[in-house]
């Protein structure tokens, strides 16, 4: 799912982003994120740290399974409740 992501650039980024755009007949949102790939694995390369290895296991809890789905189904069922109101 596409995120909308705002920020001020340099106008001479924005005339690279575009101009790359044109040339590899490509929109600016591939070129921007192939752009911030590359340079998070060269970041990665260098710093010798690998994204995916700091984020395994976030999904990781002290709570059995069963104890984060009941509480996950009545948050939702609450929520559901107040849109109802």
Same mark, same amino acid.
């Given at each position: 799912? !596409? @995120?909308? /992501? =705002?920020?001020? +650039? !340099?106008? =001479?980024?924005?005339?690279? +982003? *575009? =101009? &790359?755009?044109?040339? &590899? *007949?490509?929109? @600016? @949102?591939?070129?921007?994120?192939?752009? +911030?790939?590359? /340079?998070?694995?060269?970041?990665?390369?260098?710093? @010798?740290? !690998?994204? &995916?290895?700091? $984020? /395994? *296991?976030?999904? *990781?809890? !002290?709570?059995?399974?069963?104890?984060?789905?009941? $509480? $996950?189904?009545?948050? /939702?069922?609450? $929520?559901?409740?107040?849109?109802?109101?």
């Amino acid at each position: 799912m !596409d @995120k909308v /992501f =705002s920020a001020r +650039i !340099d106008e =001479s980024v924005a005339g690279c +982003i *575009n =101009s &790359l755009a044109r040339q &590899l *007949n490509s929109t @600016k @949102k591939q070129v921007v994120e192939q752009a +911030i790939e590359l /340079f998070a694995a060269q970041v990665g390369r260098e710093q @010798k740290t !690998d994204v &995916l290895e700091q $984020s /395994f *296991n976030a999904w *990781n809890r !002290d709570e059995p399974v069963q104890e984060t789905v009941a $509480s $996950s189904r009545a948050a /939702f069922r609450e $929520s559901m409740e107040r849109a109802r109101r």
